[in-house]
């Protein structure tokens, strides 16, 4: 297939907003691909050359791609900065100028979606001495052969700042249109392929089933060890007693610790952990891995459990800041690992010895649980839990959750299956307090005074669909000194090289740092386009584990907007 298919689709897209239109370009374009450009088109659909949950990436940053430009152009970087500071987006720049040189020259090699999809990959796999300079050479053989509008979506894929704005919502419809004769006769349908996403995390080898198989090539899709699946996730109650209507008489009930969420699968005595964006952080928690093949029986598993800091020489938990920046740890892991150690809670059991436990309910899994992961203390348990059908039991859990430092409690229907990727209340929150927001940085703003060298004032924003809502401005919760926490000092070096724009003494930011926020009140506001803003909002922490697919979304901010006004009354 040619990319310059590719990019006209891309161009449809960006010119429509409706969810249904999108689907119907999308599905057209699938019909067009072979069975090897499925997955390469599924990726590049969504502005990425690797899954969501690969950590490998192209490796440039905006100063690479301004040379890149200038490059292939031919144009000095001076005219390509220029270019850029009056448009703020580098897709259009290198669309603008190759669309100037085209016309002085002639004949131009046509693209295939293959060549350059295996191109951006090449750029991953450079590394060492001179690897700026090929990786710049490599941008500009492709965007040298490529036509205006095929470079803006080269130079945005290889930035990772794609906007043409398809979710995995119109991706699924889109497989469903494409492959399925009839496909509004049964929202089953779209159902079981969402499951089958929600089990390999693929949209590639989902689409690549249906089309050989129809819709029981679905059946093929299976859930195999070492690849991460998407996690079962929670809703909020405020109330015991709505805890009990949502998840039946009675309940389990269980520490909701405040660690991060691990995905833990065991295969020929090879262990992976995942978090729950689905991200390989096996190199850095040696412990788990340790913990895990000592004191869990199983020759193969997959577990998903919380692991919960705690203080090395008082053994008390510790808050989910203490330990996340081991995540994203790339050296000095060793040392991370004693000064922060890790307790790994199991709290449900996906696979265990060639069987699918997916479907069993709860309480066998429980069952499991409790037979194959020995309680080691400070090491691997299974989690802390009670079953009963009594509002007070679980009061007084729930205050002992609390005095042990948890963050409250998690119920658990005992009949549910294990539901990947779903928020349905098989489990559900119970903490009693406001409930914080975990935000994207979207702006920053560089401070005044002693605070100029750094951005210092953040404007944060909540999802809706796949558009990112401004709710507020933040400032407080760092540290001016780096040893007493999160720092502005450190806050400004990550966001730097996420700039990618400019509005006075205002930095727009490519949307990639999530921080949860906490806040006295939400208020209707038409200041922000969200339509509320917070009231004192404050930075509790970096979430170094979620990605802004995992950002607050608005309907959270108007769910808790609304429950606030039914305390206050
Ligand atoms: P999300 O709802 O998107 O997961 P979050 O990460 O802020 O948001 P919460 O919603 O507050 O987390 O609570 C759910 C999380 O609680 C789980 O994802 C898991 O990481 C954690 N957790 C801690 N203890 C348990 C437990 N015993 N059972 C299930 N989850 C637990």
Redesign the pocket.
Known sequence: MRYSTLAEVYEELEKTSKRLEKTRIVSKLLKKASDEELQMVMLLLEGRIYPAWDRREAGVATQMMLKAISHAVGTGINDVQAEWKMTGDLGKVSENLISKKKQATLRREELDVAKVFSNLRRLNEISGNGSVDRKIQLIAELLSSASPNEARYITRTVLQQMRVGIGAGTLRDAIVHAFIEEPNQNRRIAEQVQEAYDLTSDFGEVAKAIKSGGIKGIESIKLSIGNPIK?M??L?VDTIEEGFEKAGRPMQA????????VQIHKKDEDITVFT?RLENVTKQFPEIAEYAKKHVNGEEFIL?A?AAGYDPKSKKYLPFQSISQRIKRKYDIERMATQFPVEV?V??VIWHNGKNMISEPFRNRRKLIERIVEDRERKIRP?KKIVTDNDKEIEEFFREAKEMGN?GL?F?NLDAPYKPGA?VGH?L?Y?KTME?L?LAIVKAEWGEGKRSMWLSSYTIACRKGNKLLEVGKVSTGLKEKPEEGLSFDEMTKMLKPLIIGEEGKTAIVKPEIVI?VGYEEIQKSPTYESGFALRFPRIITMRQ??GIE?ISSMEMVEQYYNEQKKTKK
């Open positions: 996690v996730l929670a909020k269980e520490y909701k610790m405040d660690g991060f969420r729950r998903d919380e809670n709290f449900d989690s963050e998690m658990k928020r489990m929150k903490k914080n975990d949860e584990d979620k995992d």
